[in-house]
């Protein structure tokens, strides 16, 4: 009885599949297959990924009836075919996947599976922060589990509904600064660095309306207006959004400490992605999971635990479409010692936004000149770094890592880096680097990390994703020999 978890409709459409042991058999994003970014919508290469695990049962990520109810609420009306969940599903697969049992959950509910019940804690305070989802915008939980049954529990604590939204109010200074909203969020991010984090007290005076209750003044639904701070810098609204959301996730985690449910901090949601805040809250909780897909995507997987109600067997994001075959260590070692950049295609595609070493782009991360070397590739802002890949071991020695984060295995945080001068490519225009830190984990990153190591004596490599220029993170070895021709960069399988 495999269960088949689904999020789609609304943005990055993706699906988990999951046996009745709680293993992960497969989670992947449509985009990766569709080539468009952030596809809505599943694709046929997705659903034939899926067609070879038969799930029995079909559970979906959210209320569809409740989130028409709140569309009709905020004015956008209400789309008749998409109030039940058959419909949707049948939307969506065609009728290639029929299940006679078929369940939807609460969209919250289903980020706050996603986290607990992948994350080693039997007990935890979860909080979810997004855009918005039916009503709620940030809801905390308590959860655990059932001692005798293993059943997973939840207790809702407190929520905020639409239209108070930190989600919302992000996405409406990423559309200020002319980038594109519910996608270039993580761009924003990178140029706030470059702003006075000061503007983000006027910007306060004039949107919220209790920064404690997370209230604003008005619906950001609609973005900030064109005229919204019209004499600031698109690099001081970056600076004064990332600093104000900070300020009113914090309020957040000091309202979910004070229930005292427990010190383990489950955080997901959009919002989670945020790794510039993240390095803020292990001041809240000694004990963080951040699921290394907190977002809608990651949902698909939280409304399949719900469905199997127990602990899933985490084992990692490489959980996607197979490329088979040995990691090719040697390859990419060699590539990387002659010509200092190489692509790698192997294994299982990352589920999530970060590619981690199976579609990575990696670079010898040393000297001034590997950063443009990269962006001839790339070309993306200049103003970006990319990130680092480490030995997990040897990451206090080249950064600061914030406290709440012994590691950072999914690259959920910054950390001000030691030695900048070392590695500019890596390092933020702030000192700060999002750093990925590797375990002794048998993975084939980590044996290409040590070989790296004994040879060079550099514990890092940069890591940056594997994507032709617009397009979604490769995916198959078609993807990979499209990257080679385009750019003249071997890609290893
Ligand atoms: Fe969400």
Not at 105 to 120: K, M
Not at 166 to 185: K, M, N, Q
Not at 323 to 344: K, M
Request: net charge neutral; with cysteine; glycine share 10%.
């Amino acid at each position: 009885m495999n269960i088949l978890g689904i999020s789609a409709g609304f943005h990055d459409a993706a699906a988990t599949v999951i046996s009745p042991q709680g293993d992960i058999l497969f989670a992947g994003h449509s985009e990766r297959y569709s080539k468009k970014k952030n596809d809505a919508d599943f694709c046929q290469g997705l659903v034939d990924e899926v067609l070879e695990y038969g799930p029995d049962v079909v559970a979906y990520y959210e209320r569809p009836w409740l989130k028409q109810l709140r569309q009709w609420y905020s004015g956008q009306g209400i789309e008749w075919s998409k109030l039940t969940v058959n419909q949707i599903l049948k939307q969506q697969l065609g009728g290639q996947i029929e299940s006679k049992q078929v369940y939807s959950f609460n969209h919250h509910l289903s980020h706050a599976a996603a986290g607990f019940q992948t994350s080693p804690f039997d007990r935890a305070t979860v909080v979810v922060i997004d855009a918005i989802g039916e009503w709620d915008t940030i809801s905390i939980w308590g959860a655990k589990y059932d001692k005798k049954t293993g059943q997973a529990n939840y207790t809702k604590l407190w929520r905020q509904r639409y239209p108070h939204s930190i989600g919302l109010f992000y996405s409406g200074a990423t559309g200020r600064v002319g980038l594109r909203p519910l996608d270039e969020e993580y761009i924003l991010m990178g140029m706030a660095a470059y702003g006075d984090r000061r503007h983000a007290m006027p910007m306060q005076d004039r949107l919220i309306a209790h920064e404690y209750e997370i209230q604003f003044r008005e619906n950001l639904h609609i973005g900030l207006n064109a005229d919204f701070m019209p004499n600031t810098s698109d690099m001081d609204i970056a600076a004064g959004a990332q600093e104000l959301a900070e300020q009113l996730i914090l309020n957040v985690m000091t309202r979910a400490k004070k229930f005292a449910w427990s010190d383990n901090l489950i955080y997901m949601g959009g919002v989670a992605l945020n790794c510039a805040a993240n390095a803020r809250i292990g001041n809240y909780f000694d004990n963080i999971w951040i699921m290394p897909c907190p977002g809608d995507a990651g949902s698909s997987l939280g409304a399949a635990a719900l469905a199997l109600g127990h602990r899933i067997n985490w084992r990692g994001t490489s959980l996607g479409h197979d490329i088979p075959g040995p990691y090719p260590v040697n390859g990419l070692l060699d590539r990387l010692l002659t010509e200092q950049i190489v692509g790698v295609a192997s294994g299982r595609a990352e589920f999530g936004p970060r590619a981690l070493g199976n579609r990575s782009l990696l670079a010898d991360p040393r000297g001034s000149e590997i950063k443009e070397k990269v962006n001839e590739i790339k070309r993306r802002q200049q103003f970006r770094p990319f990130a680092p890949v480490i030995l997990e071991e040897l990451a206090d020695m080249y950064f600061d890592m914030p406290r709440g984060f012994s590691h950072s295995r999914y690259m959920q945080t910054i950390a001000r880096c030691r030695v900048p001068e070392l590695f500019p490519a890596i390092v933020h225009v702030d000192g700060t680097s999002r750093v990925q830190t590797v375990p002794k984990d048998g993975s084939g990153i980590r044996e290409l990390l040590e070989k790296w190591y004994v040879m060079t004596g550099c514990p890092m490599l940069l890591n940056t994703s594997l994507n032709i220029r617009g397009e979604p993170m490769v995916n198959d070895r078609a993807d990979a020999d499209r990257f080679e021709k385009l750019y003249g960069v071997t890609v290893c399988s």
